[in-house]
Every structure is written in structure tokens, then in C-alpha cells.
């Protein structure tokens, strides 16, 4: 699915079966976000062939944070010698999520770790910011020139994302979500469900974080 000329998304519509949002920045090289599931990897395969590409043709992919749901097919692309990137934060506590996953940790190893500031990839020019909460080394990618927000799983459409798993932390949720609100946002791509388009939208979604979903964490 076509979202810009130079973004697409290979997003899980399934409501039974999980897995994440997959995104691919094109540049020279692609940047991809998120690779899901290795068992439910087909999902993307099959969107990039669609495109006439192939997991071959990367340049990197970013690990917004350590679930299962979000980092197992990174093996693919370790395979392949694509480098990987992830928080240092969240590949240390990568340990206590291994229960959720039989992935083994050297499938994927980091080519490097992400770091809060500017990131430049496949002629484009990102910002990463460290949003704590879900996970301890969560990070949200902003991309300035399409005002366009990677959130992993620290907000979506309809909800915040959990703190009730390893060392997430509901204040810190909070406060990273604040963080992205000050952000010139007009695309809001989650981890999962819908995407959030416009300003205005966007505006409102972080406005409900407060009145309402909040509460809750």
C-alpha cells in the first residue's frame, strides 16, 4: 500500500492472528521499519514483490523495539548481510522478552545501535527519539520532510501500548508520548492498525491520549 511516493506500507489487517505494521522508506538504498513475525514474514515478501522487490534489495532495517511481533524476521535480513538497527537499551533487555519468541538472539545481531538525534539513510534524513514505556528502548522514528511518525507500539488509533509486559513503565509512556506531541506531525504510522492521516487528526489523537486513554495507564 502506497502512503507517499517515497513511503509504502504492508500493514496486518488480521484481527486473530498477531503481528506488526511493516514500512518501507524508499531511497537509495530502502530503509524498512519493523519486519514482523519470521512465520507471518510472507505478509511483506509478497507486498515487495508486488513492488518488483525483494528483501535482497534493503539497505537496512530499523527495530523500533524488541517484541517478537517486530524484530523476528530480522534474521532474514542478518542472512543476507543487511545491517540492522536497534536502541542499545532494548537489545540488553532483549533477554527477558525470549519467552515471548524461540528466536535466538545471534539471528539478528545489531550492525549498530540507534541513538537519540539525527539519522541519515537512503538519502533521507530521520530524527530518532528514545519513547520509553512500552519497552525501555523503544524508539520513534520522525522523518521531517513527510512530517511523518514512526510510533512502534507506543501509541496507535485506538490505544497506548502496554506497559504490563517486561519493564514497561506507564509513566514513561506517558511522558514519550508528550515528547512526539510537540513533533509537526501529518502522518502517524503505528505499529498496529490504522494509519493517522492529517494534522488535524493527528492533533486530536494526542489530545484523546490525555483526556482519556491516560487514565488507563
Known sequence: M??????????????????????????????????????????????????????AGIGMVVLTHGHPDHIEAAQVFHALEIPIAIHAAEWANLPAYQAMSDV??????????????????????????????????????????????????????EGVGRTDLPDGDGGELKTSIRRLSALDVEW?????????????????LFEEMESFWFDYI
Not at 537519540?116 to 524508539?139: M, Q, Y
Not at 502517524?188 to 486530536?204: D, K, N, Q, T, W
Open 104 to 157: 535466538r538472539l545471534d539471528a539478528f545481531t545489531p550492525a549498530f545501535f540507534l541513538e537519540e538525534g539525527p539519522l541519515s539513510r537512503g538519502g533521507h534524513a530521520f530524527e530518532v527519539i528514545h519513547t520509553p514505556g512500552h519497552t525501555p528502548g523503544g524508539i520513534s522514528l520522525y522523518w521531517p520532510a513527510q512530517k511523518a511518525l514512526f510510533t512502534g507500539d507506543l501509541m496507535f488509533q
Open 2 to 55: 502506497q502512503i507517499l511516493r517515497q513511503l509504502h506500507a504492508f500493514l496486518w489487517e488480521s484481527m486473530t492472528v498477531n503481528n506488526c505494521n511493516t514500512y518501507l522508506i524508499d531511497g537509495d538504498p530502502p530503509v524498512l521499519v519493523d519486519p514482523g513475525h519470521l512465520h507471518l514474514f510472507e505478509h511483506v515478501q509478497r507486498g515487495l514483490l508486488d513492488m518488483g522487490r525483494s528483501a
Open 188 to 204: 502517524l504510522l503505528p505499529g498496529h492498525g490504522g494509519i493517522i492521516s492529517g494534522a488535524a487528526a493527528v492533533r486530536g
